[in-house]
């Protein structure tokens, strides 16, 4: 049975599964379009705004975490964090904890830079979601963190599986 001979009830899910990824489609595409055209001189614009704001905005990441979190190729998060500590905006560190890994943190030029990029990324969102009154894109916004924060597929399996051992790493 197509989707034109489905039931009722049937047919509306399909059609709101289809009105899902459409509006997130074009949402995104919008979204990125405006925010490259913000962050065109960071290395990988909408990429580099990314890991940057990550950087500045959580507590200071391992290479290996951050390209987890962001779904970035460890190789390539190399090379970008290489073009970053170029332009002075992020510096890698040994991590204390552990000297075999660094921890990437934000230098004062990067969190001045950054400061700058997320009032523009704001005027940008805000003006994507002007059609909607305030209220309804503070509501959109909530639902959304919450169901891309419960669909976050970045948690290090490594630790997850040891952890689930009897006596594993708590």
Not at 76 to 105: H, I, K, Q, S, W
Not at 112 to 141: G, I, K, M, Q
Request: proline residues 6%; contains cysteine.
């Amino acid at each position: 049975m197509g989707i034109d001979q489905a039931a009722p009830e049937d047919q509306a899910a399909a059609e709101s599964r289809l009105l899902l990824g459409w509006s997130l489609t074009v949402l995104l595409r919008e979204w990125t379009a405006r925010v490259e055209a913000v962050a065109e001189a960071l290395p990988q614009g909408v990429r580099g705004y990314q890991v940057l704001s990550a950087v500045v905005h959580d507590a200071p990441p391992t290479q290996a975490h951050l390209a987890g979190r962001l779904g970035i190729d460890r190789t390539v998060m190399t090379y970008l964090l290489d073009a970053f500590e170029g332009c002075g905006l992020l510096e890698r560190r040994p991590d204390p904890a552990d000297r075999r890994n660094r921890r990437v943190v934000p230098t004062d030029k990067g969190r001045t830079v950054l400061a700058d990029l997320d009032a523009r990324v704001c005027e940008a969102e805000a003006d994507l979601l002007s059609t909607l009154p305030p209220a309804d894109r503070d509501v959109l916004l909530v639902l959304l963190e919450r169901a891309a924060s419960a669909n976050d597929s970045t948690a290090d399996r490594c630790v997850s599986t040891a952890r689930s051992l009897p006596g594993g790493a708590r």
